[in-house]
């Protein structure tokens, strides 16, 4: 901005070159009649757009998943978005809750299974899908679907979102509630948090999934 | 263009699927310096939307090339920062 004032010698003549009284009707509206005043401008508006970008550069984005399901399909979209959002650079938090907790469990975690009840697009119609075993079947299927298609498994999920730095937290209310140990979850899974660790993550962040 | 490209690196997912790709990319250019550049080789259709969404949505990476070649999909990944 300092050119500005080196730049106003000019400005008179050209105005009055240009067109005698006409100019002083750009009164504050700051509309540049040349070069030199379109550059300040431009220097100006680089300036705005630093301190903007400042502003908003608070830190990495967040993202909080609230994962309360533990079906081998429900397990899917909170790891992959975990995993994508860390490749983003994004700060994640996981927070695992219910049978949330099961995709955390080091035994679990590679035996979770489909449920054939309940869900249309299921190759077996509900009456038959309520058999015994029927889960077994589709789960198969949909495990053979997963090699097939070169799909990453739950584990290598979990596995690329711990080396990535995803927080993975389990529930300690839902632990004790379903039985389950400390030392069943995957080593640098995050024990001993609630609700009120949960929200403390979803408010600080910019995306906030319940799966 | 792509000639041109002097490649550091090359990152091979041939036959994963997402989000690997993606993931892949990012710790393969975690380990490069500044200016270097990245070539990843997929099969994955999705990477060509899902490796420019993560360039640019993501600090330090410049996208410089998507080639599209058969079932082979060629990104070029700067690293920039």
């Known amino acids: ?211 | 263009m792509t000639d041109a490209i002097d490649v550091t690196e090359t990152l091979d997912v041939k036959g994963a699927s997402c989000p690997m790709p993606v993931v892949k990319t990012k710790s393969a250019i975690d380990d490069l310096a500044e200016g270097e550049v990245l070539e990843v080789l997929s099969t994955d259709s999705g990477s060509m939307s899902d490796i420019d969404g993560w360039a640019s949505g993501t600090k330090g990476v410049s996208l410089l090339d998507q080639v599209e070649d058969g079932d082979l999909y060629k990104h070029y990944v700067e690293k920039t920062a």
């Open chain 1, 1 to 211: 901005m300092s050119t500005d004032a080196a730049e106003t010698e000019e400005t008179p003549e050209e105005k009055a070159a240009a067109s005698g009284d006409e100019a002083p009707t750009a009164d504050g509206a700051d509309v540049p009649q040349t070069e030199a005043e379109l550059q300040a401008r431009i220097e100006e508006l680089e300036d705005t757009v630093t301190t903007l970008e400042r502003e908003v550069d608070d830190g990495p984005m967040k993202m909080t998943i609230i994962a309360t399901k533990g079906t081998l399909d429900m397990a899917y979209p909170p790891l992959i978005l975990a995993s994508t959002a860390a490749a983003f650079g994004w700060d994640v938090v996981v927070f695992h809750t219910f049978w949330g907790l099961d995709i955390l469990h080091e035994e679990k975690s590679s035996n979770l299974q489909l449920s054939s009840v309940g869900n249309p697009n299921m190759p077996v119609p509900n009456a038959l899908a309520a058999l015994p075993g029927m889960d077994r079947v589709t789960t198969k299927m949909m495990a053979k679907k997963i090699d097939d298609n070169n799909t990453a498994t739950i584990e290598e999920l979990i596995e690329v979102s711990l080396e990535q730095g995803v927080e993975m937290q389990a529930c300690q209310m839902t632990i004790e509630l379903m039985d389950y140990d400390e030392d069943d979850f995957y080593d640098d899974v995050t024990v001993g948090v609630g609700a009120a660790t949960a929200l403390e993550h979803m408010a600080e962040s910019d995306v906030q999934l319940l799966v």
